[in-house]
Each structure stands twice: as structure tokens, then as C-alpha cells.
T-cell receptor, first 114, second 113 residues
């Protein structure tokens, strides 16, 4: 399977715990994006990487959120001290270049904070 | 403010019928407009992408139109199938932006047998 993969698919955690999600993009894609999506809404942009460089972060990305892409391949998104409002689907996408290229999405990680 | 609005919010039709979903946008400067299909619990999948100069684009039973003057787009689904049940999201790219996509909230389409 050469698509975008995300792990885990589901995560249930208690408020205050830290969680980490992983995204493996399509191998030849140098751009990687993280989005958050709540029920009935479109995805909200969180951050994006070009290779290993994190080039943009949304204001939605509070200090509790951090993303890395250390070798320009897979990426991780960590949420510290989770809150109930963090419950959402976290989507990862990759594209070869810029906005004229289609972003290919992974299946998402659904986070539930109790 | 850059915005994408979709209508209707939800739609139920019988299998085999046609339907049209609407997207109005106020995004400037405009780069391109895409329609995505998102099945429940899955990531979005691209259906069509249109630039400023394109009026229509087809992908099988899906046909998207774009009127850049009125800033409106539509997605027409012909001879609907049960597998068309999903959310359809309109997304507009901002020109000269490396990342900025303006997402609509989507139209939830349910096809009934």
C-alpha cells in the first residue's frame, strides 16, 4: 500500500495525559500537512512541513501541540496535557509540491479525551 | 475574510437519482477549487480540481462546474449509487500560498435504496 498511513487509528485517553500520533506520507512527497476535524466540519489546518522544515503553524496549534518530521519522511504530532476539547479526528496529508498539487489524505487518528 | 460556504448541509435522495451540491466562496486571491469526498471515519479523497480558467471538470459520474465571476461551484452526481453516501467538501486554495486551503463544512449526502 503506497498511500498515506496513520497510527493509531483510534486513541482514547484521560484528560491530562500526553498522546503522540504518527503519519507516514507517500514516499516521494516532500510536503506533509496536519489537520484537525471535528464532527460536521471541514478539516482545520494545523501545520505543514516541507521536507524536515516546519514552515507554518496555525494559531490553532497551542503550546501543548508539537509536530516533528526529523528526517523529512514520517511525522509525529504530540499533544501534551490533553483536554476534552482536543477530541477530534487528526488527519495527515502529503503532496509532491505545493497547493496546485492534490493533497492525499491518510485515514486519520480519532482521539477521544475522557 | 476568506470563506467557503456549502449548501445544502445535508441531502437525502433515492438511489439512481441525480443531485447537485453547491459551493460559494469568498477567497482572494483565488488559485484553484477542489471537491473532496469523505466517507465516514476516513480521510478525504480528491474528486476534481479546477483552476480559474476551467469551467467544468468530470470524473466518472461526478461533474464539477466553476463560475469564477460569481465565485460559485457545483458538484453534480449522476445516477447516484449507495456508495456515493459520504460528505462532499469544497476546498479553495489561496494563490501564492504554500499551504492555505479554505475548507467548507461539507454536504452530507445519504443515498437510500
Amino acid at each position: 500500500d503506497t498511500g498515506v498511513s496513520q497510527n493509531p487509528r483510534h486513541k482514547i485517553t484521560k484528560r491530562g495525559q500526553n498522546v503522540t500520533f504518527r503519519c507516514d506520507p507517500i514516499s516521494e512527497h516532500n510536503r506533509l500537512y496536519w489537520y484537525r476535524q471535528t464532527l460536521g466540519q471541514g478539516p482545520e489546518f494545523l501545520t505543514y512541513f516541507q521536507n524536515e522544515a516546519q514552515l507554518e503553524k496555525s494559531r490553532l496549534l497551542s503550546d501543548r501541540f508539537s509536530a516533528e518530521r526529523p528526517k523529512g519522511s514520517f511525522s509525529t504530532l504530540e499533544i501534551q496535557r490533553t483536554e476534552q476539547g482536543d477530541s477530534a479526528m487528526y488527519l495527515c496529508a502529503s503532496s509532491p509540491h505545493g497547493t496546485t498539487d492534490t493533497q492525499y489524505f491518510g485515514p486519520g487518528t480519532r482521539l477521544t479525551v475522557l | 475574510k476568506n470563506q467557503v460556504e456549502q449548501s445544502p448541509q445535508s441531502l437525502i435522495i433515492l438511489e439512481g437519482k441525480n443531485c447537485t451540491l453547491q459551493c460559494n466562496y469568498t477567497v482572494s486571491p483565488f488559485s484553484n477549487l477542489r471537491w473532496y469526498k469523505q466517507d465516514t471515519g476516513r480521510g478525504p479523497v480528491s474528486l476534481t480540481i479546477m483552476t480559474f480558467s476551467e469551467n467544468t471538470k468530470s470524473n466518472g459520474r461526478y461533474t464539477a462546474t466553476l463560475d469564477a465571476d460569481t465565485k460559485q461551484s457545483s458538484l453534480h452526481i449522476t445516477a447516484s449509487q449507495l456508495s456515493d453516501s459520504a460528505s462532499y467538501i469544497c476546498v479553495v486554495s489561496v494563490r501564492d500560498s504554500n499551504y492555505q486551503l479554505i475548507w467548507g463544512a461539507g454536504t452530507k449526502l445519504i443515498i437510500k435504496p
